[in-house]
């Protein structure tokens, strides 16, 4: 992502000239100052809630997938029910994007103001939905059900009004509060909202100054990217409204396969007010009086819901003025009687403030799973946020009695010892760490995920989906992640689930083609196939760039770290010549790697299914590639380090190579989208090249990179977060780095190393003691490993068993011997034998 951000600029040149400087010194010349500096030994933070800013993240370019994308609201770690406000359009927002602007008022189409439904530039709002997704690069998902306090009389229907004008209110971030656990929003329609959430339930409080026409307005179709059905009623007498949303689409405006439904949310909302009245909408026709509404929105004839489509209905409240309508919601994937048992479990009779204090406290504990000690209150702020952002996907999906809807839309409920079944896999993204994050601070969470992931398997025909949305699979992104996720699992310590079952289901689909496979439904962007042209793998070595893939070479490097994952779980479970078949098979990356893609560089290239190179090659063009472009993804290949060096030309080449990948010419950084020439920190892509140097022998490139990207890139600010999170992908990079550690490797849980930047640290097994750890100290002087010197730039998985202390001497200069020598840099794992 580009910002416009002088100071960052300023900091950035500066920085990089000191320690371009530092770099230039010999080796015997960088430990002068270290013992005269002065270390604070400052204590690990307590009240780790109060360092988490939820609003982090929600500005960047309009519209659009660089930002952030992450959305304030109330919701508990990993919970269903995440409730939060829906933005909505303004004029001055559409004029800050042409194309939208025209899609909205010439084509007549409804689209979200942003991923998530919330950008900190808008001023409006249009309702507080039961559900959102956190990051997701493609605009909209979910966001069911928003409801919304209104005070004016209903005049025409909402399906009608273009972009919420009418039917919204508008507020100033001066009256807004996001805390975990806790959202507070004052409407300038007198409203003040606060909502509280559970796991699977929320609680809202809307406060009316003024109660004449005082009434809430529930927009059952208006899920983000439309609906196929929804309906609710009101009961007057009980003092509720209950009602389901039919919904999905995700992607669906990128092609036309995911523009259908695949999952139903039931909701039941109890009012604690007198219900004076009521009145519905279809469509463009409203009717007063009437106490039911039916009709879906639609996804249009592109995945965009046309305007004037949908249904809700609203509710008079009888208040007086300043009173407090309190909103209670269950929501159940399932069925209208599993919501209203998930809100008396969950809820019974607490007082929203016991709620609130209960919501606080389990993101207290699950915070402080990871204590950092650090006197720079910003930094703070910027980790744990990303260590909350880390945590809220994948979404626990079964109720409390332990039924959910599988991916045969059929009804399941959790067995053995399976506490909870979970949805939204976000598997393109979160395979490379938000997984291993998630599963190191709770085992038994990463084994209920990995059962969440074979069951939805086995109602899939036993294929495993890329991209998972509640009770659909949507084929999004490329590669294979399930296959890393489920060996990251159990490298990571989560082994309560059938792993046996696992295994045997991966290693079908990793020999066995299926008719997905060989078809091109859904391709280039929702490819069926969990395997894409698996044919061409198993004759060719790579997949071409004629396969039913998104892109062949990009998918061929995809798979690669699959089978390699693969090859590590079978080595787990004993099966000696499965691991090094698979092994074998990761080498196939070198398939397509062509040393003279360009006149003087080689690269990775697409290849045809005649063995030829794909012509018309660009190593800097940026969709290329998935996501990315050739300069971007030659290092994305993280189990053999030592094999990408070779075929180089050499561990200076590569060194060199990274170099200029990172900087410009004239030595300044480039660690966001600027160029697809260069780096793009920002992305999945690239988020591994940093550490790559390490295999090249100069450790302190690692260190400097690592350092340099998390001062660039992650603020204290609105705009904080570089790129889309990813449902918690970049967000968990970035906590991982601030620790100075990162799992590398696909099915395993060797962690490689860089410098921390807290003096001292706590996760899981593993603790870490920096001493001087600053903006200054950025290299690492030396190491001790239980109190053993080493010169390694990695530790092995013992750690997953047993308590490892990490100790650091930190410096303002680099020490070139750490990790130089061959047998101090990250293992590579070379195959035997290639097709």
Known sequence: MIHNNKMRHLAVLSFSCAILTACDKAPNETNQTTDKQVVSNPAYVSDVVSY???LIGTKGPFNHRQAGNVTPGAVVPFGMFNFGPEHAYTKELLAESEGISKKILEENKRVPVSPGGYNYQASRVKGFSFTRLSGTGCLGASGDVPVMPFTQDITFSPATDPINAYYSAGFSH???TAIPGYYQVGLDNGVNVELTATARTGIANFTFAEANNAKLLFRTSYSQLGSGDAFAKVDKEKGEVTGYVTSGNFCGYLGEYNQRDYYTLHFVAKINKPISGSGAWHDDQVTLGAASSKGGMGYGDNGWPDIGKGAGLWVNLNLKDGETAQMRVGISYVSLENARENLEKEQAESSFAALRQKSH???????SKVQVASDDTSKLRVFYTALYHSLFHPNIFSDVNGEYTGFDQKVHRVSETQQVQYANFSGWDVYR?????????????????????FNQANQFDGVWDRWTHNAG????MSGDPSTIAIANFVAFGANDFDVSGAYQSLRKAATQPTEFDLSNVGCPVFCRGQKPSLDEWQSLGYISAQSNSWEGASETLEQASSYFSLGQLAKRLGKSEDATRFVNEAGFWRNIYNPAATESLGYIQGRNKDKSWKEDFDPFSGHLFVEGSPAQYLWMIPHDGAGLARVLGGEQVMSDRLDSHFRKPDGTWVLYRDSAEFSDVSNQPSILSP????????AYKTQQTVRETMAQLWLDAPDGIPGQDDL???SSWYVFSSLGLYPKYPGRADLVISSPQFSKAKIANITINAPGASNQHIFIESLKVNGKSTLNSWIDESYINQPVTLDFVLSEKPNMAFGNAAENRPPSYTPTTML
């Open 174 to 176: 001066d009256d807004e």
């Open 433 to 453: 760490s938000q997984l291993q994050l998630v599963t190191l601070l709770d085992k038994k969470r990463g084994s209920d995920i990995a059962q969440s992931l």
């Open 52 to 54: 988490v800013d939820p």
């Open 691 to 698: 550490w790559m140097y390490l295999h090249t022998g100069d």
């Open 728 to 730: 918690g992908q970049m």
């Open 361 to 367: 406290s389990i993101w207290e504990q699950a915070l």
């Open 473 to 476: 699979p949507t084929g999004v």
